[in-house]
């Protein structure tokens, strides 16, 4: 006979592995209300492909434990067993199925979002981190290991920082260095802070507001990096009304829009992050689809530092 993961799996077209299912959680997902929710999920949520951690079932648990009273990611949420829910966490489980089905971000939802494995706290005072970005902070963490000496000097500051998933996560993963944030946007900085603090890595990581590398004129900084990160945006103007509304309508568009072209602000970190690096430091950066061969000439002209494209 075949089991309910299976009839579902084969309804829907969902692959999915079971997720930890305890003798509560063999319950609910045998309840009328998580049928329910599930179908309408299964039938009407259509996740972005930039976020492949969220499927019809692992926004379903999420949304759960979040009406349950416990803030975790998509990522997280099939590990955790399901809990009995009273009659006001169903009318909020309700309410929140609603809001992802009206294109509210699930992260925004539960307020979490894993990157690297790692649990962050998320607003709609920063973007979402991306999959896709893990690539680049590999990229920086191989590095890292490569570089760091213990009892030496290691400085690795990320721009573009947003809610501080990069440096935040290689501080966890790779503690010893000393690692720095910027963003232009104030509001995404305090949630960086933020997420420090609920890490507790606030002693090694420091977070500043500023354009770019402005926030890393003085001469602590001039030819004492080792590594410059950042995943800036690479949006032209022109497209970014006609992103998904998940998008549009909720994340920040500061973090999207790189003017006219596309281009404007990776040029300018390939201008201007040579005066940080020491000799031999590397410029790591992640661009758009199709983007990387408008940063060729100037890379050229930058020998100081050796680029790695993440996308």
């Given at each position: ?76 949420a099939l590990t955790r067993k399901l809990v009995a829910l009273d009659h006001h966490a ?38 979402i981190p991306r999959k896709d970005t893990e690539t680049l902070a590999k990229v920086v ?30 501080a966890k993963l790779a503690p010893g260095p000393k690692y720095h944030g910027s963003d ?128």
């Amino acid at each position: 006979m075949s089991s309910r993961w299976e009839t579902w799996a084969a309804l829907y077209g969902e692959i999915i592995q079971e997720p930890y299912v305890a003798d509560d959680t063999a319950i609910m997902i045998n309840s009328a209300l998580y049928i329910e929710l599930y179908t309408t999920l299964a039938t009407s949520l259509k996740p972005l492909p930039d976020k492949p951690e969220e499927t019809p079932l692992s926004c379903l648990y999420a949304l759960w434990h979040m009406a349950a009273g416990q803030a975790i990611s998509a990522a997280s949420a099939l590990t955790r067993k399901l809990v009995a829910l009273d009659h006001h966490a169903e009318h909020k489980l309700r309410a929140l199925v609603a809001a992802r089905l009206s294109n509210k971000p699930l992260a925004y939802l539960t307020g979490r979002q894993q990157f690297m494995g790692v649990e962050l706290i998320a607003s709609p005072q920063a973007v979402i981190p991306r999959k896709d970005t893990e690539t680049l902070a590999k990229v920086v963490l191989k590095l890292i290991n490569e570089r760091y000496v213990p009892g030496r000097d290691c400085v690795v500051v990320d721009v573009f920082t947003g809610s501080g998933n990069i440096p935040l996560v290689l501080a966890k993963l790779a503690p010893g260095p000393k690692y720095h944030g910027s963003d232009l946007s104030a509001d995404a900085i305090d949630l960086a802070r933020q997420n420090a603090e609920y890490l507790d890595v606030i002693e090694h990581v420091e977070f500043m507001s500023g354009d770019l590398l402005a926030p890393y004129s003085s001469v602590q900084f001039q030819n004492r990096v080792d590594i410059v990160s950042g995943a800036p945006p690479f949006i032209s103007s022109s497209k970014v009304p006609a992103m998904p509304n998940e998008i549009s309508q909720h994340e920040p568009a500061l973090a999207f829009d790189a003017g006219p072209y596309g281009v404007s602000l990776f040029v300018r970190l390939i201008e201007e992050a040579p005066q940080l690096l020491k000799s031999g430091g590397w410029l790591c950066f992640e661009v758009g689809l199709g983007q990387g061969t408008a940063s060729s000439p100037r890379r050229k002209n930058n020998p100081v530092c050796s680029p790695c494209v993440a996308k």
